[in-house]
């Protein structure tokens, strides 16, 4: 069964609207998570870092503001896309590995494909 | 940007043939792993190779590991139009704390 489960799945929200994106880890706490963004036919790049208990850390080029990382559990990681426009549409997938480990692979949501009008 | 390339970007067999995808990164890494994805959905761990290991297989799969030309290949023996996804490695750098750098992977194509 699913270890990481990410929801919802697909979102159509209006310009301007906000949009929160949810990321569980079902097996194991995870004091960190990854939050990526896929564009259509094209690979993944990592956005943040979601740190539980403090300021998720932001990769260059990511606007902070405007994607919003909250890591309040060891189990639950949310990206709320604030203001959203249709250039923001995407698939966003989050990921976690068990904490403390090495070199283990890491456990990938579902994804959410996000479309902006 | 630090993105590993892969390639080819597209490949195209036909069934029972063997597939082969390379990848390049740039940096030192604890482990690469290499992920399929069905278009549209999220990413299926395939296998996992440390930096110490040069060769891992797993089923119809074969994943070889250069560190010193920092490459790395993924074969499909006996290729199945099932396996038709994009592929992609994805590298761990030494003390990147399991933060993912993914190539630009490589859009499989198996047709009867």
């Known amino acids: 069964g699913a270890v990481v489960s990410q929801h919802p799945s697909r979102v159509i929200c209006k310009s301007g609207t906000s949009v929160k994106i949810e990321c569980r880890s079902l097996?194991?706490?995870?004091?960190?998570m990854f939050w990526y963004r896929q564009f259509p036919k094209k690979s993944l790049m990592l956005m943040a870092t979601?740190?539980?208990?403090?300021?998720?850390?932001?990769e260059q080029g990511v606007e902070k503001d405007k994607f919003l990382i909250n890591h309040a559990s060891l189990t639950l990681s949310t990206l709320t896309v604030t203001s959203a426009h249709p250039e923001d549409s995407s698939f966003y997938i989050c990921?976690?590995?068990?904490?403390?480990?090495?070199?283990?692979?890491?456990?990938f949501g579902q994804g959410t494909r996000l479309t902006v009008v | 940007s630090q993105q590993g390339e892969e390639d080819p970007q597209a490949l195209s067999i036909q069934e029972g043939e063997n597939a082969t995808m390379n990848c390049s990164y740039k940096?030192?890494?604890?482990?690469l792993q290499w992920y399929r994805q069905n278009s549209g959905r999220g990413l299926v761990h395939l296998i996992l190779?440390?930096?110490?290991?040069r060769e891992k297989h797993s089923g119809r799969l074969r994943v070889t590991l250069d560190t010193s030309k920092k490459s790395s290949s993924l074969l499909i023996t006996a290729s199945r139009a099932a396996d038709t996804a994009s592929y992609f490695c994805?590298?761990?750098?030494?003390?990147?704390?399991?933060?993912?750098?993914f190539g630009t992977g490589t859009q499989l194509k198996v047709e009867l």
């Open positions: 190779i440390r930096s110490n290991e």
């Open positions: 097996d194991f706490q995870a004091t960190t």
């Open positions: 979601s740190n539980e208990g403090s300021k998720a850390t932001y």
């Open positions: 990921s976690t590995a068990k904490s403390g480990t090495k070199n283990t692979e890491a456990f």
């Open positions: 994805a590298t761990d750098a030494a003390g990147g704390g399991n933060k993912l750098t």
């Open positions: 940096t030192s890494i604890n482990n």
